[in-house]
Structures are given as structure tokens and as C-alpha cells.
């Protein structure tokens, strides 16, 4: 909230010491309002790809230790090394 208000500062103090003509000011508050309104999307979006990579690895890790796991259960069966219930 205090990032908003401060780039709502900034906004308003900029049109005051640096005044252009209207139709100039109100294209760049459209383009800036849209920037502002953007960041949400971007933050989700690299949220999302962090959260995609992180499953890609837990699921590469999982997948290993299954993997490995398989193999030494073999090993176990074929040397004799098995525990029988």
C-alpha cells in the first residue's frame, strides 16, 4: 500500500514541477496508470514460473530417489540381500 501511495506522490509532484500541456499530462497519467496496474500481472507471472521450476525439480528429485531406490531393490533380490517377511 505505501508502494502505491508513493508512486502516487511521485506522479503528483511530477505534474507539478514539470507541467506539459493537458493532452500530454493525461497520456502519460493513462500510461503510468497502466504501468501501475501491470505489476500485479508481472509479480503473478514470475511467481508462476518460479512455482513451475521449483515443481520440475522436486519432481526430477523424486523421481531419481525412486528410480535409485528400484534399482537397489533389484540388487537386494538378486544377491540374496531381500528381508522376507
Not at 500530454?24 to 509479480?43: C, F, G, N, Q
Request: net charge positive; hydrophobic share 45%; charged share 35%.
Amino acid at each position: 500500500m505505501k508502494f502505491i501511495l508513493g508512486i502516487v506522490t511521485g506522479v503528483a509532484l511530477g505534474l507539478l514541477f514539470a507541467p506539459a500541456p493537458g493532452i500530454e499530462t493525461r497520456m502519460e497519467l493513462k500510461r503510468r496508470a497502466r504501468d501501475v496496474a501491470e505489476i500485479p500481472k508481472r509479480k503473478a507471472t514470475e511467481m508462476a514460473e518460479e512455482t513451475k521450476h521449483k515443481a520440475g525439480d522436486l519432481g526430477a528429485r523424486v523421481g531419481r530417489e525412486a528410480a535409485e531406490a528400484a534399482v537397489q531393490a533389484v540388487r537386494d533380490d538378486l544377491t540374496g540381500d531381500a528381508r522376507r517377511a
